[in-house]
C-alpha cells in the first residue's frame, strides 16, 4: 500500500517514528512535509494530502499536528476526504471498519503510548460496508 504523510512543525518527532512504523509494516510512504522546526500552517499540509488521496496518488494518508484536531478539521474540507483524528487502536479501526477512513489524524502532544497500535490497525482493518456504506455514501453526498 502507498501511502501520504504530513505535519506541521509540532509533529516532526511523531511523523519520523509514524514513518518507521509504516515501512516496517511493509508498505510505502511519501513524506509531503514538513521539514523542520519553523512554523508552518497546518491547513496547509492538510490540503497538500488531502488533495493526493482524494486523487487517488496514495491509498491513505497520515496527518498529524499538536492535538490533531487541526488537521482533521482541515482534511475534511477537501472533498472525498474522510479523516479521522483518533487517540487510540480501537478508534484507528472503527474508522476505517465503519467510516471509510482514508486519512488518519494524530496528535503530537497527546500522551500517545499505542502508536505502534494505532498505526497496525488503521493499515489492517478494512471498510466492512453493508450498513456502514450507506452512510458512507451519505457523507459524500454532503460533499457536493
Known amino acids: ?16 517514528q509514524v514513518i518507521d ?8 510512504i511519501d513524506d509531503l512535509g514538513t521539514y523542520t522546526e519553523e512554523r508552518m500552517d497546518y491547513p496547509a499540509i492538510a ?7 482524494a486523487a487517488g496518488k496514495y491509498q491513505l494518508g497520515i496527518l498529524i499536528c499538536g492535538t490533531g484536531i487541526g488537521v482533521s ?17 480501537f478508534g484507528a ?15 503530537a502532544e497527546n500522551d500517545c503510548k499505542e502508536l505502534p ?17 450507506t452512510r458512507v455514501e451519505m457523507i459524500r453526498e454532503m460533499d457536493g
Open 117 to 133: 497500535e494505532i498505526i497496525h490497525s488503521f493499515l489492517t482493518c478494512q471498510f466492512e460496508g453493508g450498513r456502514h456504506q
Open 93 to 107: 479501526c472503527r474508522s476505517r471498519q465503519h467510516n471509510d477512513a482514508n486519512i488518519l489524524c494524530l496528535g
Open 73 to 89: 478539521i482541515a482534511a475534511n474540507k477537501v472533498k472525498g476526504i474522510r479523516a479521522a483524528n483518533v487517540c487510540n487502536a
Open 21 to 28: 512504523l509504516v515501512k516496517k509494516a511493509g508498505h510505502s
Open 47 to 53: 490540503k497538500t494530502v488531502g488533495e493526493a488521496v
Open 1 to 16: 500500500m502507498k501511502l501520504a504523510i504530513g505535519c506541521d512543525h509540532r509533529g516532526l518527532t511523531m511523523k519520523k
